[in-house]
C-alpha cells in the first residue's frame, strides 16, 4: 500500500490523510486505509528510524499515529506560543484539560528546560 493524495486516488471533497493507490485490488470505495493499516506503516516507519541511528536515546519504535498527534501539537504550542485559539481549531479539542495533554514536552525537552535554568 501507498500513502498517496494525488487527483486519481481521491475526490475534491474527501478530508482523508492516510490513502492508498487506486491500483490497490482491495482499496476501499473511498480510499481511505484501515486503521490496523495505518498503525502498521507508523510501525514500520519507525522500525526503519531505528535501524537508521544507533543510538537507543534516539529510538521511536513503537511508532504510533497519536504519538504523530502529540509532537504536532507540541511543535504547534512553541511556533503559536500556546495560542488558544489555534491549538483548539487545530486539534479539535475545546477543553483546556485535553490541549494541556497534547501540549506537555516530552520528558528530555523538559529535563533540559531545569538543565537552562
Known amino acids: 500500500m501507498w500513502i498517496r493524495n494525488a487527483p486519481a486516488d481521491v475526490g475534491a471533497t474527501s478530508a482523508a490523510l492516510f490513502l492508498s493507490a487506486v491500483s490497490i485490488g482491495s482499496r476501499r470505495p473511498d480510499g481511505r486505509l484501515s486503521p490496523r493499516s495505518i498503525n502498521l506503516i507508523c510501525e514500520q516507519v519507525?522500525?526503519?528510524?531505528?535501524?537508521e541511528h544507533g543510538d537507543p536515546a534516539r529510538h521511536i519504535s513503537p511508532l504510533r499515529p497519536h504519538d504523530l498527534r502529540h509532537s504536532f501539537a507540541f511543535a504547534l504550542a512553541e511556533a503559536t506560543g500556546?495560542?488558544?485559539?489555534?491549538?483548539?481549531?487545530?486539534?479539535?479539542?475545546?477543553?483546556?484539560?485535553?490541549?494541556?495533554?497534547?501540549?506537555n514536552p516530552p520528558e528530555d525537552i523538559a529535563a533540559g528546560y531545569i538543565e537552562q535554568m
Open 46 to 51: 519507525g522500525r526503519w528510524h531505528d535501524a
Open 82 to 103: 500556546s495560542d488558544a485559539y489555534e491549538l483548539e481549531r487545530r486539534l479539535g479539542h475545546q477543553s483546556q484539560r485535553h490541549i494541556s495533554r497534547y501540549t
